[in-house]
């Protein structure tokens, strides 16, 4: 199956980006963070023939964001500025959002207590995304974040049966690529695809790090992915793996990327 290409965009995004990113073979957009115009960029999304497909709901700065976090003023803050953010951008089409269940701990509250925290948000937000006809799919976390297992994300997603999963793939510390999907299976319905050197999340680009990528592109096959193939690495020289990638990124670098993936070959390092 070859899929559809998208990538991860910040607020600088605009009419001229998106009609570049259509020209290479781009069709499909993630939205992070917030204090969009979200009309007028659905326009100009439109009119490239780019689909806004996806947001990732804010999850910075900590003291707002946060939805493990102790005080309980917090939480529901932010489970009602993130359901009026839901409600704004589905009702432009977009139809999946992506949420960090916790960020890194900096309180001395038990894990099991953040969890129960990040669980009756979840719980809540799942509710108005499916009011909404939308998904609301959980990343997988690295380091002491919740969900840096799979085993701990599905004890997560249980607790609202319309959960699903962002499947990043650097963020895996504690399975491997194959061992995680076969956990997680259907419930995974969007990517964040970018390479590490499963030591730290890194987002270099497919073929600076250490993932096998056709393999990882054959598993997504067998537990019948179908979602889009989305990008969510830097374009710049910042953040790349040091002396492997030798200049900034093009929009046609990334499809080519992934066509190249698709083919069953492990991507070559753009040395010029």
């Known amino acids: 199956m070859v899929y559809r290409v998208g990538f991860s965009v910040g607020r600088n995004i605009d009419e001229v980006t998106l009609a570049l990113m259509a020209q290479s073979g781009i069709s499909a957009v993630e939205l992070k963070g917030r204090n969009y115009d979200l009309k007028t960029l659905k326009t100009a999304a439109d009119h490239s023939g780019i689909e806004l497909y996806s947001m990732h709901l804010p ?24 359901s009026e953010l839901i409600k704004k951008a589905a009702d432009i089409g977009i139809r999946k959002f992506v949420i960090h269940p916790s960020t890194p701990f900096t309180e001395t509250l038990p894990r099991e207590e953040r969890k129960k925290n990040a669980m009756y948000v979840l719980d809540k937000l799942a509710e108005i995304a499916h009011g909404e006809d939308v998904v ?8 002491s974040c919740l969900g840096n297992s799979a085993d701990e994300l599905l004890e997560i997603i249980s607790v609202n049966d319309k959960l699903r999963v962002c499947f990043d793939v650097n963020h895996l510390l504690k399975n491997s690529h194959r061992e995680f999907l076969q956990k997680l299976g ?3 319905v969007h990517l964040h695809i970018s390479d590490y050197d499963f030591v730290q999340e890194r987002h270099w680009f497919p073929g600076e790090g250490n993932i096998d990528w056709p393999d990882l592109y054959l598993a997504l096959q067998e537990i019948g992915y179908k979602g889009v193939w989305n990008y969510e690495t830097s374009l710049s020289l910042r953040g790349t793996n040091p002396g492997e ?28």
């Open 59 to 82: 999850f910075k700065p900590l003291e707002e964001f946060d939805i493990a976090v102790v005080n309980g003023d917090i939480r529901e803050k932010a489970i009602n500025y993130l």
């Open 186 to 188: 259907s419930k995974i």
């Open 136 to 143: 609301l799919a959980v990343e997988n976390m690295n380091l």
């Open 245 to 272: 990638r030798g200049r900034t990124l093009t929009w046609s670098d990334i499809y080519e990327n992934a066509q190249e993936i698709f083919s069953g070959r492990q991507p070559q390092v753009i040395k010029e």
